[in-house]
């Protein structure tokens, strides 16, 4: 079964509504045809990244240092591949010197 895309307004009315507690999650659920799980789980996240809605500075800051980090191992990498391609073309060509390779 495909994944629905719910606006993002939609999702923000709804987590709103649940969390005035007016209305019953079942009940929110039918109004705006929108299964329970689903409005559990927006609501999960809602409330787990709500810091960002105050301090967006914050947030910001931890994605730059993961950047930073994801940037970092990339560059590590691209220096350990060009290490093995050297030592493989070095393989080769004794290889060849030796009579391995034709």
Known sequence: MAK???????KIKVVLEVLRE?????????KY???TATIRDWKKHFLANM????NPKKGLEK???????ASHKEEELYKQIGKLT???DWAKKK??????IY
């Open 4 to 10: 629905k895309n719910y606006p993002d307004e939609l």
């Open 22 to 30: 007016e209305l019953t999650l079942v009940e929110i659920a039918s």
């Open 33 to 35: 045809q929108v299964h």
């Open 51 to 54: 810091h960002l809605a105050v």
């Open 63 to 69: 994605y730059k240092d993961k950047l930073k980090e």
């Open 86 to 88: 050297a030592q493989l």
């Open 95 to 100: 290889s060849k010197e030796l009579g391995f």
